[in-house]
């Protein structure tokens, strides 16, 4: 499985961005694709998380509320709309997919800077 983020950049407080993750090879047994983010001198936290099965969905409290995601299966991307950012949503956001049965997949992650 390949996973490929776009859609970062810089964007000035209360603006917002749509991140795309873009999966590629043997997908069927992916049960679970979130995205995460990394600020620096931080641990790596959870953002947003999506069921493929049945797409329920959870958030970190930090962007509920701000952050949506969704997935386009016939597209096998999965989207991260971030609305009202604040200049502590700057980190490098990964996306991660889960099968349950070995190491999730990573991408190479995207730069998101917001400015105040």
């Known amino acids: 499985v390949q996973l490929a983020e776009s859609g970062g950049g810089s964007v000035q407080a209360g603006g917002s961005l749509r991140l795309s993750c873009s999966a590629s090879?043997?997908?069927?047994?992916?049960?679970?694709m979130g995205w995460y983010r990394q600020a620096p001198g931080k641990q790596r936290e959870l953002v947003a998380e999506?069921?493929?099965?049945?797409?329920?969905?959870a958030y970190a409290g930090s962007v509920k509320d701000r952050f949506t995601i969704s997935k386009d299966s016939a597209k096998a991307t999965v989207y991260l709309q971030m609305n009202s950012l604040k200049p502590e949503d700057t980190a490098v956001y990964f996306c991660?997919?889960?099968?349950?049965?070995?190491?999730?997949?990573w991408g190479q992650g995207t730069q998101v800077t917001v400015s105040s």
């Open positions: 999506i069921s493929t099965s049945d797409d329920q969905t």
């Open positions: 090879g043997s997908l069927s047994g992916i049960n679970v």
């Open positions: 991660r997919a889960e099968t349950g049965v070995r190491m999730p997949y």
